[in-house]
């Protein structure tokens, strides 16, 4: 119910549109409009400022979207990036098999996890429980397998000359490729990490549930390198966490009751990781992973050094020390933070809807309104303040239809002040501003608006 409040909402308003919507759209894809867009750009700065740009130990980097095919050999993506699937033979529909025996087990009550189980052990599950197609209902299913989530691609337009290639499937391996380069072009001493926010690409066939999972998506993703005889990684782990939570409950302002973290259990783990745990936000649909955090030790970097046979030890200037640095590695999607920022600041009070957004994260930072359109000094007026507002801050313009209304569309999405010109304003130079949170409203004087903004936004 409220999952469908919000999609609607996100349409009607220009947040999130179905993909590729006239041609009848296009599974697990969406576009992001005027206002979305900019929701998710300031999602995005909110992690890059916080998490590159204010700390000491930390740089930033733009790899590629498309690496040497090798990469994904060497970490393992090409043998191992797989879901187990299963097909109806009657309706045809391809569903994820551990999706199908969860659910399915969850509605009758008796809740599993079936992660870590082979494509054997799924297939004996759905047979043992009888368990039948979400899509017609009927039982006939093929043998679980598994399939790539790698989106292949071919370099080169002459079909004879061209060579099979990979859209990233994380942003992470393209860190581990410029390792050699950032350390040799930048002064970073251990420890250090490398974020990188962009597109990843995952050939995800099953529902999506909004855009928590889609085919393509940003991640905004962290290599915390460290000497583990330098540095403790249990304590490191432990300060990537708190960063992590405080970043979600302070600077995206989520309640703190609606997130946890689960750690992985040794079937769930991947093979190099020491420990995994997700930071899950409850979502309509049910706790759900929203960001990792992965202790990956040497083993990208030792595979990389494998594959390419290029050195990739990072020497310490003063001991002359030579290693392959451990990493800690928080993974987030900037998508999946957007939809839990609008979940959690969804609310319904009395008639209106109001999006409680953090100033900084809020798409508009005021919307400017003259209070009557016919009044052309009013509006004259208006307009100047708005233009000047126009020149800092994203600011909305609305002069149809009364002022309630017009506080009510802006609060839809979220504008924290309105401020309208009046009669007074032409006489006094001071504004109405109304709270969106509060409703409350104050006088403030043209000439300290900018300043009352700049101060909400900190
Ligand atoms: N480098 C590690 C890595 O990629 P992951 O758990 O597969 O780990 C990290 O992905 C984060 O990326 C997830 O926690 C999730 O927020 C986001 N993510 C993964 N697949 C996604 C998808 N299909 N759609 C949207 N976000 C996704």
């Known amino acids: 119910m409220l999952m469908e409040k919000i999609v609607g909402l996100c349409k009607r308003r220009g947040f999130v549109f179905p993909g590729s919507e006239i041609y009848g759209g296009l599974a697990n894809s ?70 199908l025996i969860e ?40 043998p679980v397998r598994k399939f790539n989530l790698l989106f292949e691609t071919h370099i080169g337009i002459v079909p004879e000359a061209q060579s099979k290639a990979y859209l990233r499937g ?18 970073v001493t251990l420890p250090f990490g490398v974020g990188q926010l962009g597109k990843s690409f995952r050939n995800e066939i099953t529902k999506g549930n909004f855009i928590f999972r889609t085919l393509e998506f940003e991640q905004g993703e962290i290599e915390y390198f460290f000497d583990p005889e330098a540095d403790d990684w249990k304590k490191l782990f432990e300060s990537w966490k708190e960063s992590v939570w405080k970043f979600v409950i302070k600077n995206l302002n989520v309640r703190e009751e609606n997130l ?14 020491k420990r995994t745990e997700d930071l899950e936000y409850q979502f309509p649909f049910g706790f759900k992973e929203l960001w990792g955090l992965a202790y990956r030790t040497d083993y990208d970097l030792t595979q990389h050094q494998k594959y ?18 451990h990493v800690i590695e928080p993974a987030v999607g900037v998508n999946r933070l957007m939809a839990m920022v609008i979940l959690d600041s969804y609310a319904e009070d009395g008639e209106r809807i109001v999006l409680k957004l953090p ?32 020149k800092k801050f994203m600011v909305a313009w609305d002069d149809r239809g009364n002022i309630g209304k ?38 403030i004087k043209i000439s300290d608006l900018e300043k009352f903004l700049e101060k909400k936004l900190e």
Request: glycine share 6%; hydrophobic share 30%; charged share 30%.
């Open 308 to 325: 390419s046979g290029v050195d990739l030890f990072y020497v310490d200037q003063v001991s002359g020390k030579k290693i392959v640095p």
């Open 260 to 273: 946890r973290w689960r750690e992985h259990g040794d079937e769930e783990r991947s093979f190099y990781s």
């Open 30 to 99: 969406y576009e992001y409009g005027p206002l979305g867009v900019e929701l998710k750009k300031n999602i995005q700065d909110e992690w890059w400022n916080t998490f590159v740009r204010r700390r000491s130990d930390m740089v930033g980097l733009d790899s590629s979207i498309i690496l040497h095919p090798k990469v994904w050999e060497a970490s393992g993506h090409v043998a191992g990036f797989s879901d187990a699937m299963v097909d109806c033979k009657k309706c045809q529909t391809r569903t994820r098999a551990d999706h």
């Open 359 to 390: 100033p900084r994260l809020a798409p508009y930072k005021a919307a400017v309104f003259p209070l009557l359109k016919n009044k052309p000094e009013l509006v004259e007026k208006a307009r100047g303040i708005y233009e000047n507002l126009r």
């Open 406 to 443: 017009r506080y009510y569309a802006q609060d839809e999405i979220g504008t924290p002040y309105c401020i309208t010109i009046d009669f007074d304003t032409l006489e006094k130079g001071d504004v109405t501003v109304r709270d969106r949170d509060t409703a409350q409203q104050e006088r």
């Open 170 to 187: 994380e942003t992470a391996q393209g860190i581990f490729v410029s390792f050699k380069n950032i350390i040799d072009s930048s002064r």
């Open 103 to 142: 659910n399915f087990l969850e509605s009758k009550g008796k809740p599993m996890s079936v992660e870590g189980k082979t494509v054997e052990e799924l297939s004996d599950l759905i047979e043992k429980n009888n368990i039948p197609c979400p899509t017609c209902g009927k039982f006939d299913w093929t």
